[in-house]
């Protein structure tokens, strides 16, 4: 759901970057139903690699230098659940207010009720393309060895960020939890957890926050 202000970040770039981000996920989701586990070590080293090389990574040149790997944690299959998408909320509408791109609007489509965890907002993109969003603040965003502080993105579709859907079903596995570009660079726009994506729940699994890999 982030977009880059410099125009040394080219679209084409952008574009690889999401047409990859694309044939990742496709391979998680079909590699997942036999073994999450699997999944989720070929869903980390691809973005390694991407981040270390790709000219759209987030990481400056400094950064890739010695950019070694994200801190993302161990697998753990107690944080994927199947969670059907309800009505709760549905209707309500957010602006997010950028620096780089004005306003950007979103719809919502209803909301997760997530075992253990509580309910978290599920919203639309009523601008380009249309995706699905979830981001969500856990109650370890912001502690040291932690989240990153303004929260993490699950699900964001128009980037092919999915991990699989049987109709208003959806595959929730928060192990795949990741940060927003803006978390390491600033010139990134992102969109941040709203009040009904907060939780007091702690999800000590996913993407984890490293200050020295921003820029």
């Known amino acids: 759901m982030d977009s880059h202000s410099e125009a040394g970040h080219s679209a084409?770039?952008?574009?690889?970057?999401?047409?990859?981000?694309?044939?990742?996920?496709?391979?998680?989701?079909?590699?997942?139903?036999?073994?999450?586990?699997?999944?989720?070590?070929?869903?980390?080293?691809?973005?390694?690699?991407?981040?270390?090389?790709?000219?759209?990574?987030?990481?400056?040149?400094?950064?890739?230098?010695?950019?070694?790997a994200?801190?993302?944690?161990?697998?753990?299959?107690?944080?994927?659940?199947?969670?059907?998408?309800?009505?709760?909320?549905?209707?309500?509408r957010m602006t997010f207010q950028t620096g780089t791109d004005g306003e950007v609007p979103f719809l919502r489509l209803g909301s997760f009720d997530v075992p253990d965890v509580g309910l978290l907002a599920v919203w639309k993109l009523e601008s380009y393309g249309g995706g699905i969003f979830l981001p969500f603040r856990d109650s370890t965003a912001g502690r040291p060895d932690g989240a990153y502080g303004a929260g993490r993105y699950?699900?964001?579709?128009?980037?092919?960020?999915?991990?699989?859907q049987v109709g208003r079903s959806f595959v929730l596995d928060f192990n795949f939890a990741y940060n927003p570009s803006c978390a390491y660079n600033e010139a990134w726009a992102c969109p941040l957890p709203g009040k009904d994506n907060r939780v007091e729940a702690a999800i000590p699994v996913g993407e984890q926050y490293l200050p020295e890999l921003a820029t």
């Not at 044939?23 to 999944?39: F, G, I, K, Q, W």
């Open 70 to 92: 994200l801190p993302v944690r161990e697998y753990d299959p107690d944080f994927r659940w199947t969670c059907e998408l309800t009505d709760i909320g549905a209707g309500a």
């Open 12 to 68: 084409v770039a952008v574009t690889d970057w999401r047409i990859q981000t694309f044939a990742l996920y496709a391979e998680v989701r079909e590699l997942a139903l036999l073994n999450p586990s699997a999944a989720h070590r070929l869903w980390r080293q691809r973005r390694n690699a991407m981040f270390r090389e790709h000219p759209a990574s987030a990481l400056d040149d400094a950064k890739k230098s010695s950019f070694t």
């Open 154 to 164: 699950l699900l964001d579709t128009i980037k092919g960020a999915h991990l699989g």
